[in-house]
């Protein structure tokens, strides 16, 4: 079944800048009419825009905005948001053909720090909270949802080349990507009536670029970071997203697999 075109229920986190909004964006002008998109971050006014971006494109969906703090997952917080979305829209699971979930939602932590430095405890379990134990939880809270519906399930999990490679100064970021995508892999081993893709989408020309040139505490680190951004040698957004876009209508990976924008072998 070709995956764009379809009644879809999309939710994307962080969807109030950089690839959330993009892919918010971009998703959603290949969805059918009826199809509901959920947005969530912190920021009110940034998701509003996304939203208006999203209707001006594809008029004909139905677009949520929740305000919600990541970094606090609650029990049954994010279940009670879906079901209200179906409710308030009069829908039911059965009315969708594809449930997606984006986990995009994330931060590269404090990357001024040492490993052997990174010793606070508040601060870790601060990271983990937005980075792991909120997606974790959103992603349960999501498949139980639409546990008893026919819908195809699939969910995209952002990761990162630091989920397998070490990065000096990225002790946090790195365990963050590692820990989330193994939770994804266990997944996709569980619920064999669940697609999930763990999504690399490359060094991409965002804030977040800047903030480890400016706080980075390795200086081979920041002149690599320097050197891709002097030389645009950075993903685009749209470049990213236009390759993840073909990787989910193509379809060639199986469930849990780890896929890097640079990937020859999707080509």
Known sequence: ?????????????????????HFAIEFSCRFADGSVVV???????ALDYTKDIIQ???PNLHVSVTTVDLS???????????????????????????????????T?????????DADNPSK????????????????????????ASSVRKTVVNITSLSAVTPMKSFAYYCVGKAAREMYFRVLAEESPDVDVLNYSPGPIDTDMVSEVIDNVGHKDMRDMFMNLKDTQKLVTLDQTTKRIVKILEDG????GDHIDYYDSKLN
Request: charged share 20%; hydrophobic share 40%; with cysteine.
């Open 108 to 116: 590269v932590g404090d990357v001024s720090q040492a490993a052997k």
């Open 72 to 106: 606090h997952p609650t029990i049954g917080s994010y279940k009670k948001i879906l079901t209200e979305v179906l409710e308030e829209k009069k829908l039911c699971q059965s009315d969708f053909d594809i449930a997606l979930l984006v986990n995009n939602a994330g």
């Open 56 to 58: 001006k494109c594809n």
């Open 124 to 147: 870790w379990q601060e990271y983990l909270a937005l980075n792991v134990t909120s997606c974790i939880s959103i992603t349960a809270q999501f498949l139980q949802v639409f546990d």
């Open 39 to 45: 947005l969530l971050a912190r920021s009110k006014a």
């Open 252 to 255: 060639k990976y199986s469930s």
């Open 1 to 21: 079944m070709s995956f764009w075109g379809k009644k879809t229920f999309c939710i994307v986190t962080g969807a109030s800048k950089g690839i959330g909004r």
